[in-house]
């Protein structure tokens, strides 16, 4: 079982009686990345969403301004990967025919003049940094 909270992310025994391993905010969203400096606002680690392939990795949507996906071995814990995403990652899925996690985004990605639909990694290299975006052609948002 794992928790995850602005205070670190917490795995315990399957029955959750046992804690098993504690990740330090620090760890997960280090001081060294960008974080907000407008008043009145925390800069605590969100985490946007979470998913598990079920065998090997928990994928966490995690920010504390730039939004990253953060990549957790399933059996210890450690962070094994770390991808730029979206501003604004709403919701992650595994695919398991295609192996890859799905994040769907809400806001525009800094790299991109165009809204970003959908950002696509692959779940079988989580350390490899092979990303796509989704975009969304101008008029296609009105129709259908």
């Not at 899925?93 to 991109?112: F, K, Q, T």
């Amino acid at each position: 079982m794992w928790i995850f909270q602005s205070s670190g992310v917490y795995i315990y025994s399957p029955d959750g009686k046992t804690e098993k391993r504690f990740v330090p905010p620090e760890q997960v969203c280090p001081s060294d990345e960008p974080a907000y400096s407008g008043t009145g606002y925390n800069p605590s680690c969100r985490f946007y969403d979470i998913v598990s392939d079920g065998k090997k990795h928990v994928w966490a949507a995690v920010g504390r301004s730039a939004s990253k996906i953060k990549v957790f071995d399933i059996n210890t814990g450690s962070i094994v990967g770390a991808f730029e995403t979206c501003k604004s990652p709403n919701k992650l899925e595994y695919h398991p025919l295609r192996n890859e996690v799905w994040v769907r985004c809400g806001d525009m990605a800094d790299n991109s003049t165009e809204t970003t639909i959908l950002d696509v990694f692959s779940a079988s290299s989580p350390s490899v940094n092979i990303q796509t975006d989704i975009l969304v052609k101008e008029g296609v948002e009105g129709e259908g």
